[in-house]
């Protein structure tokens, strides 16, 4: 298995290995998958977009993660913008980069394959923080991707939010760049 960056048109010339992982791993199908799909290439389309993914030495892909800067007109920073204090705008959004996905095919986790995506994603991450969000769950200590992002030093930026068209809270973290 390898890492390797990867550029915006790796992830579309691929899209339709990535969104099977994005499947995979968040147990979508079907038409959710084909919205999903249009998502995923139109974030690939933005400026600065850096991106990761896992290839077995046969050019299956097994991961992939990626994230671009954010910033005001864009619809996940507006609805975190709009959950957060004044204060809580100027440390986090004032130029962050946005780890946008991050996924491992759920044969493949516990390798710890999602924590080497996510360092090489840190390490081209642009800006003075980087954010993301991920579900809310009952005990954040059973979750891989909770005990990921904590043990990578994000710390909690917005609690319990929902964004509108789902009604699961979602938690937003944030650490300061550079990763080092």
Same mark, same amino acid.
């Given at each position: ?7 915006? #048109? ?11 992982? +994005? ?23 933005? @400026?600065?977009?850096?991106? %990761?993914a896992t *290839? ?11 994230? +671009?800067?954010?910033? @005001? ?6 609805? %975190?913008n709009?959950?957060?204090?004044? #204060? ?12 946008? #996905? ?18 090489g994603? *840190? ?55 550079? +990763?080092?």
């Amino acid at each position: 298995m390898r890492i390797v960056a990867w550029t915006p #048109e790796d992830l579309q010339r691929r899209l339709d290995e990535v969104i099977e992982v +994005y499947g995979e791993a968040m147990g979508h199908h079907g038409n959710d998958l084909q919205a999903r799909a249009g998502r995923f290439h139109s974030h690939v389309r933005r @400026p600065d977009v850096r991106g %990761v993914a896992t *290839l077995t030495s046969e050019g299956r892909l097994l991961g992939f993660g990626y994230g +671009y800067p954010g910033g @005001p007109g864009q619809w996940w920073h507006d609805q %975190v913008n709009s959950g957060l204090t004044e #204060e809580g705008r100027r440390r986090w959004l004032a130029k962050p980069f946005e780890v946008v #996905e991050l996924h491992v095919r759920p044969t493949a986790q516990g390798h710890g394959l999602g924590a080497q995506q996510l360092a090489g994603l *840190l390490r081209m991450a642009t800006g003075s923080t980087v954010v993301l969000s991920t579900p809310e769950v009952p005990e954040e200590q059973r979750s891989r991707a909770w005990r990921l992002y904590r043990r990578f030093g994000f710390e909690d930026v917005l609690r319990h939010f929902i964004f509108p068209g789902d009604l699961r809270p979602f938690a937003v973290l944030g650490r300061d760049l550079p +990763y080092t």
